[in-house]
Nanobody, 115 residues
Framework: QVQLVESGGGLVQAGGSLRLTCTAS????????MGWYRQAPGKQRVLVAQ???????NYADSVKGRFTISRDSAKNTVFLQMNILEPEDTAVYYC?????????WGQGTQVTVSS
């Protein structure tokens, strides 16, 4: 089992920045990848960014050039630096991890971008 705890959400004006943090605990040695998803009101949960154990990253087209995912492997932590935020980025952001058998979710953190 892996437990994920997110932090760093909040209210920010359009054009501003936020940094989300997700810290994993438990069987962290088994983690193969970690990522961030988001879910806006009335919409499906979608992938924002992902980072694999080899360092490979991928992003949703809507955030490329504005968001950066990174990690501190020693601390089992992944970050999402969000710049040039837009009202359309408003959502609950969830951390997710994968191992060879399963995947795990955090509880989510709210990000609200005002226009």
């Amino acid at each position: 089992q892996v437990q994920l705890v997110e932090s760093g959400g909040g209210l920010v004006q359009a054009g501003g920045s936020l940094r989300l943090t997700c810290t994993a605990s438990g069987n962290t040695f088994s983690i193969k990848a970690m990522g961030w998803y988001r879910q806006a009101p009335g919409k499906q949960r979608v992938l924002v960014a992902q980072i694999l154990i080899n360092g490979y990253t991928n992003y949703a087209d809507s955030v490329k050039g504005r968001f950066t995912i990174s990690r501190d492997s020693a601390k089992n932590t992944v970050f999402l630096q969000m710049n040039i935020l837009e009202p359309e980025d408003t959502a609950v952001y969830y951390c997710r991890s994968w191992d060879s058998r399963s995947n795990y979710w955090g509880q989510g953190t709210q990000v609200t971008v005002s226009s």
